[in-house]
């Protein structure tokens, strides 16, 4: 029976060994007894290190509040674990994670569990560029202009968002597929598509 389960505990951590994700097992006080390699290179630790032990130590500080209540609670109901969290001290920021994990079944060491580290730090910066995005034209919207235009590099009119109370264009349908040329004077015309094409290159520099 001991050599069954020592082969089985090999395997495990074989497999454990091959994941591309951060695997590890903890008790029931959330204190890593194995990890991978994933969960090494997300956490920075090794596996004899006290870091990779208590590897909760190295998040943020508000993260690190609650986490073993939520923990033990999670060991003792059963209840899946499933958080997110922020390792600190990462070159450029935070280094999002989310952590999920369950109890491991058909053993009699019942107390270990088996939890997944997902590092989510380039969805969260897109997150947060996508809601920056959303301030930016929320912003544009609640100063409710009387003329938006959408309009193409080459000065052509894509779209355009009229006040219904202004009469500055009686139909949208007459600027539509036209182009700035043919609504304003030559120099206007040349001021705008110059600032216009300026702007594009600085952003294109920036990203």
Same mark, same amino acid.
């Given at each position: ?19 591309? /994700? ?152 007459? /600027? ?32």
């Amino acid at each position: 029976m001991r050599e069954e389960l020592e082969l089985s505990e090999k395997r495990l951590k074989c497999t454990m060994d091959c994941a591309p /994700i951060g695997l590890f097992l903890a008790d029931d006080l959330g204190k890593v007894i194995y990890a991978n390699h994933a969960f090494e290179a997300i956490t920075q630790s090794t596996s004899s290190s006290e870091g990779n032990k208590e590897w909760v130590s190295l998040l943020q500080p508000e993260d690190q509040e609650g986490f073993l209540e939520l923990w033990q609670s999670f060991a003792v109901n059963q209840k899946p674990f499933n958080r997110e969290y922020r390792f600190q001290s990462y070159p450029g920021g935070d280094r999002w994670v989310k952590v999920t994990a369950v109890r491991l079944a058909g053993e009699s060491r019942s107390n270990r569990f088996l939890g997944v580290l997902q590092d989510i730090t380039e969805l969260k910066t897109t997150e947060k560029i996508l809601e920056e995005k959303r301030s930016y034209l929320s912003g544009i919207v609640n100063a409710n202009p009387d003329l938006i235009l959408l309009m193409s590099i080459q000065g052509e009119y894509l779209d355009c968002f009229i006040d219904p109370g202004n009469d500055l264009l009686e139909d949208r349908e007459n /600027i539509l597929g036209k182009n700035v040329r043919q609504t304003l004077s030559p120099a206007l015309a040349d001021q705008h598509l110059n600032a216009d094409r300026k702007s594009t290159r600085l952003n294109s520099s920036h990203r």
